[in-house]
């Protein structure tokens, strides 16, 4: 199956600060992915739709000014999360729909945020 | 609305079998998708259903009713390593732009 890359697996940076994480899909190419976020023994929450080429589609609740979302090529998105707080801290996926008929979703490993 | 339910927590015995239902409700249905996660680890694709019946896979097998909007992922001969959440997603007409609709999660224990 088709790989998607996320990086970094893991940081933490101290409150205020900034963070950008990078969504690579490898071996085909995303005009969209997706951004999810999801807090500890709790499901997957959508944040954002990310648009190649064109601004992101922010689900009900999330702030577009605090999550930017950049999806400037046709293999790479990117969320940097502006002026972080500890409430931020959370795992960070995306997730890029396979091409052509098929419907599955090709998650990212993940990246772990911790807000000190 | 949108509203897809799962059971929050589920035990099982290693060696048993364990059917985790889902149904749903949502506006337009193009096939439904379970996927397995382990604690601090992305969720990996088990199973996609778009038409009626059971397709087995192994020791995981899902069905799908589309007339009852339901659906429900079975696993055999249990084993410690199958202890993971498990999400129910619905997949809506395109034109959605591919956006998975998702269930809250099955938290599966398995037990010695």
């Known amino acids: 199956g088709a790989v998607v890359s996320q990086h970094p697996s893991w940081v933490i940076c101290k409150s205020g600060t900034s963070v950008k994480i990078e969504c690579r899909s490898l071996?085909?190419?995303?005009?969209?992915m997706f951004w999810y976020r999801q807090f500890p023994k709790q499901s997957l929450m959508l944040m954002a739709t990310?648009?190649?080429?064109?601004?992101?589609?922010?689900e009900q609740g999330v702030e577009k000014d605090k999550f930017l979302i950049n999806h400037a090529s046709l293999t790479l998105s990117t969320l940097t999360v502006t002026s972080a707080h500890p409430e931020d801290s959370s795992f960070y996926i995306c997730?890029?729909?396979?091409?052509?008929?098929?419907?599955?979703?090709?998650f990212g490993p993940g990246t772990r945020l911790t807000v000190t | 609305g949108q509203n897809i339910d799962q059971p929050t927590e589920m035990t099982a015995t290693e060696g048993a079998i364990v059917q985790i239902n889902c149904t749903y409700q949502?506006?337009?249905?193009?096939?439904l998708f379970w996927y397995q996660q382990h604690a601090g680890e992305a969720p990996t694709f088990l199973s996609y259903?778009?038409l009626d019946g059971l397709e087995e896979k192994g020791r995981f097998s899902s069905f799908l009713s589309r007339s009852k909007g339901y659906s429900y992922l079975l696993l055999k001969e249990l084993q410690m390593k199958d202890s993971a959440s498990y999400l129910c997603?619905?997949?809506?007409?395109?034109?959605?732009?591919?956006?998975?609709?998702w269930g809250l999660g099955t938290s599966l224990a398995v037990n010695p």
């Open positions: 997730s890029a729909p396979a091409q052509g008929g098929a419907y599955e979703q090709y």
């Open positions: 071996d085909f190419q995303a005009t969209t």
């Open positions: 990310s648009n190649e080429g064109s601004k992101a589609t922010y």
């Open positions: 949502t506006s337009g249905f193009n096939g």
């Open positions: 259903n778009v």
């Open positions: 997603a619905v997949y809506p007409p395109a034109g959605n732009n591919r956006k998975l609709i």
